[in-house]
């Protein structure tokens, strides 16, 4: 099996800073790409950054130029520095990865239980 553990979420003042960490963990071969994503309460859970197969990166129009996600593959860890947060960041993060168990073409979607981020006015 193969976990994913979110963690670094919190309650902060508007303008201040945060950092995720993702961890996956268990029978993985290889991690071919990780994200993340967020959902605020009544709304759907989108995509606010992700590093791809190819270490391409791209974020949501609404954190970028305040967010940086980055990863270290040696420790299949993926981490998301969040500046300048907003109220409108207040959301469940979530951690998303894509991954290999075997290197036989094994690849399956993989999602941790969230962490919960908090921006006061």
């Known amino acids: 099996q193969v976990q994913v553990v979110e963690s670094g979420g919190g309650l902060v003042q508007a303008g201040g800073s945060l950092r995720l960490s993702c961890v996956a963990s268990?029978?993985?071969?290889?991690?071919?790409?990780m994200a993340w994503y967020r959902q605020a309460p009544g709304k759907s859970r989108y995509l606010i950054a992700n590093?791809?197969?190819?270490?391409?990166?791209n974020y949501a129009d609404s954190v970028k130029g305040r967010f940086t996600i980055f990863r270290d593959n040696a420790k299949s860890t993926l981490f998301l520095q969040m500046d300048s947060l907003e109220p409108e960041d207040t959301a469940l993060y979530y951690c998303?990865?894509?991954?290999?168990?075997?290197?036989?073409?094994?690849?399956?979607?993989?999602w941790g239980k969230g962490t919960q981020v908090t921006v006061s006015s």
């Open positions: 268990g029978n993985i071969f290889r991690i071919h790409a």
């Open positions: 998303w990865c894509k991954a290999d168990r075997t290197g036989y073409g094994s690849v399956y979607d993989y």
């Open positions: 590093i791809t197969g190819s270490d391409s990166i």
